[in-house]
């Protein structure tokens, strides 16, 4: 079956902009994290959403992030007024249950000029 | 703080010999952890996991070696093929929140 998906593959923006990463998990899912994965660094939890309880946003960086996620899929993670340190390969993944397997996605690369 | 520290960042190993990595963790209420290989412009796959309770687990040519009171894990892959070359994740989890290393590049040469 499908895996998870994730759009754009790649992102360019320029600092100051918003963007908005789209995630896509797998169907039936009930469990969706967002991670940051930066040059050399390991990946860094940023969000956690399981069915209808609120978000564990505790791993956001600043205020500038933030995600939602509608009718228990599709996933947006949102940065505003993107800053050069933000570059990074955002992954999202989904897992069947909490503390199941989690799969990935591809990623998308971004990169704030 | 790192959580979860993992050695070497990279390692290079003939075929057929074995490759070991190395992860050390602070906390110990972690209760799950596993490892995740990543193939570039892919996301990371789950690649086997274990629990406290165990000091290792096999899957096929991939070993975790644990040890609870040192705090440290391993990951030991026998038979290195070119196809394993890849970057390494070990990773520990509490509840919802799972911590990371910073990955070891591997590079199985032929």
């Known amino acids: 079956g499908a895996g998870v998906s994730q759009s754009p593959s790649n992102k360019v923006t320029e600092k100051g902009k918003d963007v908005e990463l789209r995630c896509d998990p797998i169907?039936?899912?009930?469990?969706l994290y967002w991670y940051r994965q930066s040059l050399g660094q390991g990946l860094e939890f940023l969000i956690y959403?399981?069915?209808?309880?609120?978000?564990?946003k505790s791993g956001l960086p600043s205020d500038r992030f933030s995600a939602e996620r509608t009718g228990g899929s599709v996933s947006t993670l949102t940065i505003q007024r993107t800053q050069q340190e933000d570059s990074a390969v955002y992954l999202c993944?989904?897992?069947?249950?909490?503390?199941?397997?989690?799969?990935f996605g591809p990623g998308t690369r971004l990169t704030v000029t | 703080q790192q959580q979860v520290k993992q050695s070497p960042q990279s390692l290079i190993v003939q075929k057929g010999g074995i490759s070991i990595i190395n992860c050390a963790y602070e906390?110990?209420?972690?209760?799950?952890f596993p490892w995740y290989q990543q193939f570039p412009g892919k996301g990371p796959a789950l690649l086997i996991a274990?629990?406290?309770?165990?000091s290792e687990k096999k899957e096929g040519r991939f070993t975790i070696s644990f040890n609870k009171s040192a705090k440290q894990f391993s990951l030991h892959i026998m038979d290195s093929q070119p196809g394993d070359s890849a970057t390494y994740f070990c990773?520990?989890?509490?509840?919802?929140?799972?911590?990371f290393g910073t990955g070891t590049s591997l590079t199985v040469i032929p």
């Open positions: 993944a989904s897992s069947a249950a909490p503390r199941a397997e989690q799969y």
């Open positions: 169907s039936g899912h009930t469990a």
């Open positions: 959403f399981q069915g209808n309880s609120a978000p564990d």
């Open positions: 906390n110990t209420a972690f209760d799950y």
């Open positions: 274990i629990r406290p309770d165990v």
């Open positions: 990773a520990a989890s509490l509840g919802n929140q799972f911590y």
